[in-house]
């Protein structure tokens, strides 16, 4: 199961999948949900119903089952995801303290704790102490991470004319 970032919807909609364009996306993405495959989290859906656009308008229609709150459950892997982030000598404490603001961090957590797939279009290492990717946080707690690209091959998804 998938855990899917904000980019993945903002980039999707900006750049490659538009509405208008590649609907289909858009029709998979439900369908991958309601198979119980594609969800997001809480904070990623905040994110994006903040910016009061056509990606709200979607996000905003997805079933309420889409988005995962945090939960009880979540609170090993946030604590373990904290843990590293601050004992981590690759960030300063600029980069920690957003990175634990963020809705990254919760995408990372609540992925480790229900054993999910984050998917996101970032990329690890970096190396910048300013900043912390989603990727390098996978890696550090042991979650499985990949490309919108490589999910949509992983499941043999096919957008055709």
């Known amino acids: 199961m998938y855990l899917l970032d904000a980019n993945v919807f903002i980039d999707a ?20 949900h309601e198979a119980g495959k594609v969800f997001t989290v809480q904070h990623v859906y905040d994110e994006i119903v903040a910016s009061g656009d056509d990606l709200s308008a979607w996000i905003k229609a997805m079933p309420a089952t889409f988005r995962i709150a945090p939960s009880p459950n979540d609170q090993a892997s946030l604590g373990a995801l904290s843990q590293w982030a601050v004992s981590s000598q690759n960030y300063n404490q600029g980069a920690v303290s957003t990175f634990l603001a963020s809705a990254d961090y919760f995408l990372v957590a609540q992925a480790h ?36 690209f490589k999910m949509l091959s992983t499941e043999q998804v096919r957008f055709r004319l």
């Open 13 to 32: 909609k900006n750049r490659y999948y538009g509405f208008d364009i590649v609907p289909a996306f858009w029709d998979w993405l439900q369908q991958a």
């Open 113 to 148: 704790s229900r054993s999910y797939t984050v998917v996101t279009h970032e990329v690890a290492g970096s190396g910048s102490k300013k900043s912390v990717k989603i990727p390098d946080a996978c890696n550090a707690v042991g979650v499985a991470w990949m490309t919108p």
